[in-house]
């Protein structure tokens, strides 16, 4: 009886594997830097035109982009982490958008948000930059004019799991 009664104990929730697995976690450190990462996201608008309106409504309940750990804009680069170019940028603004990127803090991520952004949209003439990757580089290319909250978010979890994977420096 009494050997019966301790077995139980040792396979309760309560036994050296049960106490283990509730308390313990293993990871590797830059893992852990990855993941904080990946949920705390310090998004920066750069919003030239009309998907700045698509961009305002991720804050709103049906999409709520707090979910994601990137609700709070920063407007100043220096505490943003994330580069969100929203709308058509034309080559008397593209000095403007490199310094911006140049004074944001390491690691930092760039996401190409709408038609414009990605390749120039429909607008092909001598004014207009024909995709923001020829000034800086680009994470994520958020398809669309003006794209849907959706593919928004579709772009924000891909970024996500891109940051979880990559190495962080320790």
């Not at 414009?116 to 429909?122: E, I, L, T, V």
């Amino acid at each position: 009886m009494q050997a019966e009664r301790v077995n139980t104990i040792n396979d309760s929730k309560f036994g050296q594997e049960g106490l283990l697995s509730e308390t313990v976690v293993l990871t590797r450190l830059d893992k852990a830097i990855g993941w904080a990462r990946k949920y705390s996201l310090f998004p920066y608008p750069f919003a030239t035109a009309c998907c700045a309106m698509e961009y305002m409504s991720l804050s709103m309940s049906p999409y709520d982009i707090d979910r994601f750990g990137a609700l709070l804009p920063r407007f100043s680069p220096r505490q943003a982490d994330l580069l969100m170019v929203i709308g058509t940028v034309n080559h008397k603004l593209s000095p403007v958008l490199k310094r911006v990127y140049e004074q944001m803090s390491e690691p930092k991520w760039v996401m190409a948000f709408g038609a414009c952004a990605a390749s120039g949209g429909f607008y092909d003439n001598y004014a207009t930059v024909q995709g923001i990757d020829r000034i800086i580089p680009v994470d994520v290319y958020v398809p669309g004019c003006p794209p849907r909250p959706e593919a928004v978010l579709d772009g924000l979890m891909e970024l996500q799991k891109r940051i979880a994977k990559a190495k962080q420096p320790v």
